[in-house]
Antibody, heavy 115, light 112 residues
C-alpha cells in the first residue's frame, strides 16, 4: 500500500524559510519521480516542482523558480522541498505525489505565510 | 498550456448523468503518439485522487460509471449515474507539454 506522509508545514513570516518532507513507503521510492503540488485555501491545484527518480534533474513552476528547491534522499525514502524567500501567495496546502503522472498523493502539509 | 474546464459548477440529480468539459490551448498529442490528459477527483476535505490517465484509462478501483474521452484539445469526463460519493471538485491536467504540468480550474459537482 503506497503511503506518502508530508510534514514540516507551519507558520512563517514573509521572507522566511521552511523545509517540507514527504516520507514514502509501500513502493520502491528510488524507481519513481516525485512531485510537489500545492493548493491555496479555496483554490485549485498548482504544480510546484518535480524531481527525477535519481535526483539528476529537477523542474520548477515559474512562480517558485529560484526560491524553492526540490530534492530527495533515496536512502531515507524521503522527498524534500526547501522553500526560501516565502511570500504570502505561497500560503497553501502542499502535497507530494508519486510518479510522473501523479498516481498517488499524500494528505498534505499546510504552510501559512503571515506576519 | 492553458487548461479550461466547464462548467465551473455542476448541480446534479442523484442517478442522473453528468459531463465535464476540458479544453487545452494546444494539442495534447505528444511526440510518442500518446495523449497525456488526466482527471482527478477531490472530495471535500480530502486529497486529490487520480481517476483517469491518458484520456480514457480508469485507475484501479475507479467505478466504471466514470469514463473519459476526447482527443487533441477537447476532452470530457462523464459520470453515467451520479452517486452521493461523487460529490467534490474535478480537475483535468495535461502532461504532454511539460514542464510545467497544468491543471484546469476545477468543476464543482454538487447535488441539485
Amino acid at each position: 500500500q503506497v503511503q506518502l506522509v508530508e510534514s514540516g508545514g507551519g507558520v512563517v513570516q514573509p521572507g522566511g524559510s521552511l523545509r517540507l518532507s514527504c516520507a514514502a513507503s509501500g513502493f520502491t521510492f528510488s524507481d519513481y519521480g516525485m512531485h510537489w503540488v500545492r493548493q491555496a485555501p479555496g483554490k485549485g491545484l498548482e504544480w510546484v516542482a518535480f524531481v527525477r527518480y535519481d535526483g539528476s534533474k529537477t523542474y520548477y513552476g515559474d512562480s517558485v523558480k529560484g526560491r524553492f528547491t526540490i530534492s530527495r534522499d533515496n536512502s531515507k525514502n524521503t522527498l524534500y522541498l526547501q522553500m526560501n524567500s516565502l511570500r504570502t501567495e505561497d500560503m497553501a496546502l502542499y502535497y507530494c505525489a508519486k510518479h510522473v503522472d501523479l498516481e498517488d498523493w499524500g494528505q498534505g502539509t499546510l504552510v501559512t505565510v503571515s506576519s | 498550456v492553458v487548461m479550461t474546464q466547464s462548467p465551473l459548477s455542476l448541480p446534479v440529480t442523484l442517478g442522473q448523468p453528468a459531463s465535464i468539459s476540458c479544453r487545452s490551448s494546444r494539442s495534447l498529442v505528444y511526440s510518442d503518439g500518446n495523449t497525456y490528459l488526466y482527471w482527478f477527483q477531490q472530495r471535500p476535505g480530502q486529497s486529490p485522487r487520480r481517476l483517469i490517465y491518458e484520456v480514457s484509462n480508469r485507475d484501479s478501483g475507479v467505478p466504471d460509471r466514470f469514463s473519459g474521452s476526447g482527443s487533441g484539445t477537447d476532452f470530457t469526463l462523464k459520470i453515467s449515474r451520479v452517486e452521493a460519493e461523487d460529490i467534490g471538485v474535478y480537475y483535468c491536467m495535461q502532461g504532454s507539454n511539460r514542464p510545467p504540468l497544468t491543471f484546469g480550474g476545477g468543476t464543482k459537482v454538487e447535488i441539485k
